[in-house]
């Protein structure tokens, strides 16, 4: 089966500086790669994924997550963060074979003014 | 077009009593995952549901139960329940051959 390990739990950072939330994932067999955002007291909100093709992917509010094959890794980075984008993040992954989807821990994303 | 929707929203039971929750997929979606996000955690796979028949299953004990019904919405059933099944429930839908699930915004268990 696969695991995700989120190696940071909490990450604060100043309002338009820089962020990279770091994911690292096992498995066996080929997989697809999520980071799903959740806000207080909601369920959880697709930020973007990576199926195949290009390893660079990005969301419409400015996040991207790079595949990195040999590394096992999708982090999420955001070059200017906002105080909207503090919330929880996850990372998941999903064997390319079945549904079952394993997510990490979460990382608590805390933009200060 | 309806996302995924589940109820009730908030629910509070007692050690030993059974609850039930409801999930209705997005539309167009055949295939319903629940998971349980405990205080502080991710959400861990409880089992998935496809063409009315339990298909996945996760490390979860038997008194987790589910069924879905021909609309391909579903319930999820905990009997007996314990002080640590105080959780959110999510559940989720894709449609199958597809790689991306959808999720509700989850019910809220508290167990006293």
């Known amino acids: 089966a696969q695991s995700v390990t989120q190696l940071d739990s909490q990450v604060p950072v100043f309002e338009e500086a820089p962020v990279e939330l770091r994911c690292n994932y096992s498995s066996s067999v080929s997989v697809y790669l999520f980071w799903y955002v959740q806000y207080p007291n909601q369920g959880l909100q697709l930020l973007l994924k990576?199926?195949?093709?290009?390893?660079l992917v990005e969301s419409i509010n400015g996040f991207e997550a790079e595949f990195n094959k040999s590394q096992t890794s999708f982090h999420l980075r955001k070059p200017s963060v906002h105080i909207s984008d503090t919330a929880e993040y996850f990372c998941?992954?999903?064997?390319?074979?079945?549904?079952?989807?394993?997510f990490g821990a979460g990382t608590r994303l805390t933009v200060k003014p | 077009d309806a996302g995924v929707t589940q109820s009730p929203t908030h629910l509070i039971k007692t050690r030993g009593q059974q609850v039930t929750l409801r999930c209705s997929p997005k539309s167009g979606h055949d295939t319903v995952s629940w998971y349980q996000q405990a205080l502080g955690q991710g959400p861990q796979f409880i089992f998935q549901y496809y063409e009315e028949e339990e298909r996945q299953r996760g490390n979860f004990p038997d008194r987790f139960s589910g069924h879905q019904f021909p609309n391909y919405s579903s319930e999820l059933n905990v009997n007996a329940l314990l002080l640590g099944d105080s959780a959110l429930y999510l559940c989720?839908?894709?449609?199958?051959?597809?790689?991306?699930?959808?999720f509700g915004p989850g019910t809220r268990l508290l167990v006293l």
């Open positions: 998941a992954v999903s064997a390319r074979n079945n549904n079952d989807m394993r």
């Open positions: 989720a839908s894709i449609r199958r051959e597809q790689e991306t699930q959808y």
């Open positions: 990576y199926l195949s093709g290009s390893t």
